[in-house]
């Protein structure tokens, strides 16, 4: 979803910036799944890294949601939910045609956003369960491990078949769930490294020993404490 922002509400707007401006944070998996996709697509914005006890009055007046991430275009045009962000980064450039654009298989195009679509309600569910239950040390831990595992399961079924979840090439929807599968991995962590899924372990540390996991996860900064100015994408090519 995207509407129009007048920059002259900024705190301290950047008037000769043609730039986007990324409202993020360092650890929320939505506003790394947005990060990665603006590196993947070689695009660059301006990054304000926040927390969310304490949220820039530019990006209420934005985004009055007060969630990330959120970013303002140099048109004024807000988005404010991650997969929007990562499709327009990836519209504007997709070097690595992470939307399957010149894909032979066109299928290949409606099973990745079945797939992204699936985790972003289901899964996202299921796992907040169980980092609750893990978090409260509650009996119901393994029930809600378990509702996590069947859409491991299918995860683990794809990629004993191929290198990412949609086909050989990467797509848009590895970088998707990335996140989400990193703080799964991470929940149980002993359970995780033991846990029937090999593939599923191959691929996700196939991104989190990758450069690009390392400089998208790079500690920035707080936008709040300096107004820094710090250039977040394209320019890493």
């Keep these: 979803m995207s509407k129009s922002f007048d920059y002259k509400d900024n705190e301290k707007s950047f008037e000769n910036s043609t730039l986007p401006?990324?409202?993020?944070?360092?650890?929320?998996?939505?506003?790394?799944?947005?990060?990665?996709?603006?590196?993947?697509?070689?695009?660059?914005?301006?990054?304000?890294?926040?927390?969310?006890?304490?949220?820039?009055?530019?990006?209420?007046?934005?985004?009055?949601?007060?969630?990330?991430?959120?970013?303002?275009?140099?048109?004024?045009?807000?988005?404010e939910e991650s997969l929007d962000i990562m499709l327009w980064a990836l519209q504007e450039t997709d070097p690595s045609d992470l939307l399957h654009a010149n894909h032979l298989d066109k299928s290949s195009i409606s099973d990745m956003h079945c797939v992204i679509k699936d985790f972003d309600h289901g899964f996202k569910r299921c796992l907040e369960q169980y980092k609750c239950a893990k978090r409260y040390q509650e009996p119901s831990l393994i029930e809600f491990r378990q509702a996590c595992e069947v859409y491991i399961q299918q995860l683990e079924l794809r990629l004993a078949q191929q290198r990412f979840l949609i086909s050989n090439q990467e797509s848009l929807a590895d970088i998707a769930l990335l996140p989400y599968i990193r703080q799964f991995a991470r929940i149980e962590r002993q359970w995780y490294l033991e846990s029937p899924y090999p593939y599923v372990r191959r691929w996700l540390n196939h991104y989190l020993q990758s450069p690009m996991f390392t400089k998208v996860m790079a500690k920035y900064p707080l936008w709040l404490t300096n107004y820094d100015e710090v250039l977040f994408g394209g320019y890493n090519k």
């Design 21 to 79: 401006i990324l409202y993020s944070l360092r650890n929320c998996p939505f506003a790394m799944r947005a990060r990665i996709a603006i590196f993947k697509a070689q695009q660059t914005v301006l990054l304000r890294d926040l927390v969310l006890t304490d949220k820039p009055l530019a990006m209420l007046q934005a985004s009055p949601k007060g969630t990330v991430p959120v970013i303002v275009l140099a048109n004024g045009t807000v988005i």
